[in-house]
């Protein structure tokens, strides 16, 4: 098997066991996923990153993206009237972005005369803080995946990964096996059948923070 077709399976193999687990512990984050992403979709956004920055989609990202176009937020309004719990935020570190979505934080990068702010680092954004990401999320290089920020200034920190397989079957083993802790202090737990992982100590629920429940 060559390493785009093992890279490929690891990823869909970790993304399904953590599906698995959203389907019957937190169904409404289950319903938040979206279909898997066209070829036409994917196209239309490897070739505006190949115009503008001469590289495209790394293979597992694409991988991901045709079992998972990503996420939507569903209206749980009856339910959470401050409009806290986002239904598509099931992930530690971010959401998973579709692929036009993906673009926008690594473009963001150039301005009106072609400078690029990352100083040519390739990278893509699989996750995001939001849909629109363009402040904070998790990029995805050839050295792994870590955090990067446009808060004050462009910034990219180590990778925490080596690749978003490992991310997601970090994601599946704390879920299921446990520990609460062991992808940091944000430990997972569930509120109106939406997964949503916070620190216990200094939760970012405020209004619904008592109807949320640790898994482990």
């Known amino acids: 098997m060559s390493k785009s077709n093992s890279e490929a399976a690891d990823v869909t193999s970790a993304w399904a066991r953590v599906e698995d687990w959203l389907r019957e512990y937190a169904p409404t984050s289950h319903a938040s996923i979206l279909p898997p992403a066209t070829e036409?979709?994917?196209e239309e956004a490897e070739s505006q990153l190949r115009h503008h920055c001469g590289y495209?989609?790394?293979p597992e990202l694409v991988a991901l993206w045709r079992v998972a176009g990503g996420v939507r937020q569903l209206d749980i309004d009856e339910y959470d009237e401050e409009g806290e719990v986002g239904t598509g935020q099931f992930l530690p570190h971010g959401?998973?972005?579709?692929?036009?979505?993906?673009?926008r934080p690594r473009l963001a990068g150039f301005d009106y005369q072609g400078k690029d702010y990352w100083e040519g680092a390739q990278w893509a954004a699989p996750f995001g803080n939001y849909?629109?990401?363009?402040?904070?999320g998790l990029y995805l290089s050839a050295t792994g995946l870590g955090?990067?920020?446009?808060?004050e200034g462009m910034f990219m920190g180590e990778p925490l990964y080596p690749s978003i397989a490992a991310y997601l079957e970090a994601v599946g083993r704390t879920l299921v096996e446990g520990p609460a802790e062991r992808m940091g202090s944000d430990v997972p737990g569930i509120v109106y059948g939406c997964?949503?992982?916070?620190?216990?100590?200094?939760?970012r629920l405020d209004e619904t923070a008592a109807d949320w429940r640790p898994v482990h």
């Open 40 to 42: 036409a979709e994917i």
């Open 56 to 58: 495209g989609f790394p």
């Open 95 to 103: 959401l998973l972005l579709t692929p036009a979505q993906s673009i």
């Open 131 to 136: 849909s629109e990401a363009t402040d904070t």
């Open 147 to 151: 955090k990067w920020s446009s808060y």
């Open 195 to 203: 997964l949503i992982w916070q620190d216990p100590q200094s939760p």
